[in-house]
């Protein structure tokens, strides 16, 4: 689903840990109802820029606007309340509580609250698997069921933007492949994600737009169908 309007701005953020300055002018631009890629190696910032739209890091510098509304320096559950959810790197969940009980967890917001049976019926329908292991302890899961979880909790918001960190590390190539099939059904629906994949070819693929970091900074983008692998991986490294 594609449409003009810039669902999210972030505008040359700045983002320091006490003296280590780990995103420098950070700049990129998400339209609605399409799928960004935010590619890099280890240490690039990629979570750290989540964090920061996600309201649990401080820009020092620079503005991020959401549905024109500037939400820099807006706490993380005024965020979640304007509809931009985060699954967290390596599909983290409450292993002690249940299935069901960490997709509730995800609703606590006042207009979710009230929708929590049909948005259960939706990640139960997108995620089968959820509901048959709805009462057993989410430590129990496999690591793509918990990686299906992460998403599920995350839809629970009822979100109009989701940050996926991570998408497929640590998990078996059938399960990959099977979140992204699910990731293009709830796109589809009319849900924006920007996503965080190690795997060049398969960030190119999945998204309409990609963009590049290096060192805290924004070293490449553009449309994921111009962008030649080859220039991307150079990116990456720095070369
Ligand atoms: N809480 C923190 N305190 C201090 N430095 C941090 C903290 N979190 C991250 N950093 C540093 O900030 C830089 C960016 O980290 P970040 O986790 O955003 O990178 P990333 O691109 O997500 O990496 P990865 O691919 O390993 O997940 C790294 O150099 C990291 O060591
Ligand atoms: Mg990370």
């Given at each position: 689903?594609?449409?003009?309007n810039v669902?999210?701005?972030v ?6 840990y006490?003296?280590f ?7 990129l631009?998400?339209?609605e ?12 910032g990629?979570?750290t ?6 309201g ?10 959401f ?12 965020i979640?309340?304007q ?5 967290p790197?390596?599909g983290r ?8 009980e ?11 609250r ?5 948005l259960?019926?939706?990640t ?21 069921q918990r990686q299906?979880?992460?998403i ?5 918001s ?15 190539p059938l ?32 998204s ?9 900074e924004?070293?490449?983008?553009g449309?994921?169908?111009e962008?030649?692998e080859?220039?991307?991986?150079k ?5």
């Open positions: 689903m594609t449409s003009n669902l999210l701005k505008e040359g953020i700045d983002v320091s006490g003296d300055q780990a995103l420098r002018k950070v700049k631009e998400v339209k109802g399409t799928v960004v890629s935010v590619i890099g190696a280890n240490g690039a990629k979570s820029l989540f964090q920061a739209i996600s649990l890091q401080k820009p020092s510098e620079g503005k991020i606007s549905m024109n509304n500037d939400i820099t320096g807006c706490l993380a559950h005024e979640v309340a509809g931009i959810s985060m699954v790197e390596g969940v409450f292993p002690g509580l249940s299935v069901l960490n997709l509730i967890i995800g609703s606590y917001t006042k207009d979710a009230k929708k929590k049976t049909k259960l019926r939706r139960y329908d997108l995620f089968p698997i959820l509901l048959e292991k709805a009462n057993q302890l989410a430590g129990n899961l496999s690591g793509g299906m979880l992460a599920g909790r995350a839809l629970m009822d979100p109009k933007l989701i940050l996926f960190d991570e998408v497929s590390l640590g998990l078996a399960v990959v492949k099977d979140i992204y099939k699910q990731i293009e059904a709830i796109n589809q629906e009319g849900t924006t994600f920007v996503l965080v994949e190690q795997d060049v070819r398969r960030s190119l693929r999945a309409e737009m990609s963009y590049v970091m290096l060192a805290g924004i070293v490449l983008s449309k994921s169908s962008l030649s080859e220039s991307v991986r990116a990456y490294f720095g070369i």
